[in-house]
């Protein structure tokens, strides 16, 4: 607990996971004061994101005294998505959305700018321009802070009118002014720059969804298409390029097995495998220092793991140390002075919400910032075991076991929790608050990564196209199976739970395996999948081509939506949603509650109008948890909320 230590003036409490005990439910829904902390090009201040109830702010403290000097937030359910340090004065920060607790933040598109001190507040970007007199929808996205540049960065815009474009532009961060000094081959492009800032590489999708690549030499070239999914079936993206230029760094799908990052000689076309995990795709990309340099990559399986290109380099040997000295710990450099001499980085593992630490590359010494959450005692939380097993048709699956600390694996009360998403999706190695909470009411908590989750490749992410509540739903009862053969679980006492996709699978498992869960809960969860169909197949033609895709055709979705199977499940049900969400509307929950109480299950709700994608709230978070734990108490035997 020493070590974890907040700063001065604010207290610490120990939460002990006891099995069936009551669980205080305020560590889990007090919220942290920082997220996200980086360090200014000269040291002189902190730049940190701070979490509200219903949005983000960003709050900018002088290093010397800790004294708050500046603080910007949007209105509600805004959130900063990134910021960055211009020069050692200016930040630019990037905004984005987020209706519910649940939602995935999605950009606005808008960028603003501060100043250290405070002074200079100003949007840089709003989301309407002006085309031939009337409002035009636009974005704008990050693409390069350009070093030795204090004035300028280059972004990326994307317009919405009848002749939609994006391009790359220069922006002045200080009076506004823009630059057009690259146009994309094609719309809703992501773009690559070098270290000289020049823009090289562009990657999207056409309109079918399928991803293409290109690149050109400079400023004066054409682009030329590298790749195209129609013709390749797999996809590639840039991640950055060396500091001379010469060559890329890309992530490039395999047809089998994971994503390798490879490099790419731009003057002959040569590629060279750099980096592959057997088991799972690059995580996240390492950058030298806070450089825009690809150096290496994080993978995540059993815990977060770091591969560098060179392993002699200067930056992999800092990282090694770290890990040596934080064991058990994943790390995580946020950033750096412009001169290297100090540097930010963040500790966290399965146990440990996080901490951020002050390291002098001079003296070697790492000094703590701040530990998020530091109400959480590692010593009391329980750690995360990673489980591998084969689906009935022989596919390999991984995940996640929650054990309470303490008790042995066996014959235990256990919750099953599908994740969201589902595409692309998965869950991952770290401190996760719900698998906690029911871990202290002595629940084990399984967690699998089923066919369409993200983190295993381009095949296993295929594998799930059109299979909700078919392959996709007999991979988590697989999962439980096993859970039960392993004898982890007693079978008599398993429910399931989940939210979004997850409440979804929740209801889908009991439909579709009356007999193997005791009771299920759906928490923002879509049921009637036919609807959602006709929805989302509104927005657009990719969203149509998308829904074709991976949901199927509309005509068969009654089959598998839990709206339709109600008839068939036996166990209870607690339903929750939120009347403003636009992911899950409430229907879908209003569909299921009906259905259920014709088929005579026994159904218990709680919506809150609201509420959006997932509860903010503290009371309304509160209430729900509330009753989630009675409701599992009263089917499985475990604790309840103090």
């Known amino acids: 607990m020493k070590s974890r230590m907040r700063w001065a003036g604010l207290g610490l409490l120990c939460v002990a996971a006891t099995a069936q005990a009551q669980v205080d439910l305020e560590p889990f829904l007090k919220r942290d004061m920082i997220s996200a902390l980086k360090i200014s090009p000269t040291g002189e201040y902190y730049a940190m994101t701070v979490p509200m109830e ?200 395999n047809n089998e097995g994971t994503d390798a990052i490879v490099v790419m000689d731009l003057a002959s076309g040569s590629r060279t495998e750099k ?31 770091t591969r560098f290109f060179d392993n002699q380099s200067k930056t992999a040997k800092l990282y090694r140390t770290l890990e040596k000295a934080f064991p058990g710990n994943a790390v995580h ?48 939380m329980a750690p995360l075991r990673a489980i591998e097993l084969k ?43 719900e698998a906690q909470m029911l871990s202290q009411a002595g629940y084990a908590v399984l967690r699998v990564n089923f066919r369409g989750s993200g983190n295993y490749g381009r095949s296993f992410l295929g594998a799930g196209a059109r299979e909700w509540g078919l392959k996709m739903q007999d991979d988590v009862t697989d999962a439980t199976r096993w859970a039960v053969a392993q004898q982890i679980a007693d079978p008599r006492r398993i429910c399931i739970y989940g939210a979004s996709y997850g409440g979804y699978a929740a209801l889908a498992g009991v439909s579709k395996e009356p007999d193997l869960y005791r009771c299920a809960v759906g928490y923002v969860g879509v049921y009637d999948l036919t609807m959602m169909h006709r929805v989302e197949s509104r927005e657009s033609t990719s969203m149509r081509n998308w829904t074709a895709d991976w949901l199927g055709e509309r005509d068969s979705l009654a089959a598998v939506s839990p709206t339709s199977n109600a008839a068939r499940i036996k166990a209870p049900v607690f339903l929750a949603a939120g009347g403003e969400d636009e992911t899950a509307p409430i229907a879908h929950s209003k569909r299921m509650e009906k259905a259920l109480k014709s088929a005579g299950v026994p159904v218990e709700t709680l919506y809150f109008d609201t509420e959006g994608h997932g509860f903010y709230t503290e009371p309304h978070r509160r209430e729900f948890y509330t009753k989630l734990l009675d409701f599992l108490s009263r089917n499985l035997g475990g604790g309840k909320a103090k």
């Open 391 to 433: 689906a009935r048709d022989g596919l390999t699956l991984r995940g996640y076991l929650t054990v309470p600390r303490g008790a042995e694996a066996k014959n235990l009360p256990m919750v099953v929790v599908p994740h969201g998403g589902p595409y692309g999706v998965f869950d991952e190695w770290g401190f996760d608050d």
């Open 333 to 380: 450099v946020t950033s750096s002075t412009a001169d290297g001499k100090l540097l930010v980085f963040r500790t966290w593992s399965d146990t440990s919400p996080g901490d951020y630490y002050l390291y002098d590359a001079e003296d070697r010494r790492a000094d703590l910032i701040f530990s998020q959450r530091s109400w959480f005692d590692p010593e009391h």
């Open 54 to 253: 219903d949005r983000t702010a960003l709050s900018i403290l002088r290093r010397s005294d800790r004294k708050l000097t500046a603080k910007v937030s949007g209105v509600k359910n805004s959130l900063i998505d990134d910021f960055w340090w211009v020069n050692s004065e200016r930040l630019v920060i990037s905004m984005a959305e987020k209706f519910g607790s649940e939602d995935q933040p999605g950009l606005t598109g808008e960028l603003h700018g501060i100043n250290a001190d405070g002074s200079d507040s100003r949007r840089l970007f709003a989301r309407f321009g002006v085309g031939g007199g009337d409002p035009v929808p636009m974005a704008a996205f990050m693409v390069d802070t350009l070093r030795g540049d204090d004035n300028n960065v280059l972004i990326s815009v994307r317009t919405f009118d009848k002749n939609p474009v994006t391009r790359v532009e220069k922006l002045d961060v200080y009076t506004r002014k823009r630059v057009r000094v690259a146009t994309a081959p094609l719309r809703g492009a992501r773009f690559a720059s070098d270290a000289a800032g020049v823009v090289r590489f562009a990657q999207g999708a056409d309109n079918q969804n399928n991803s293409k690549l290109y690149y050109r030499e400079d400023d004066k070239a054409e682009w030329r298409l590298l790749n195209d999914e129609a013709q390749s079936h797999r996809r590639e993206w840039p991640l950055g390029l060396s500091e001379d230029g010469a060559s890329a760094y890309l992530q490039a799908e």
């Open 275 to 305: 980096l592959r995990d057997p088991a799972v795709d690059p995580y996240a990309v390492i950058h030298d220092r806070s450089d825009w340099i690809p150096i290496g990559a994080f993978f995540m399986h059993e815990r977060v793991q």
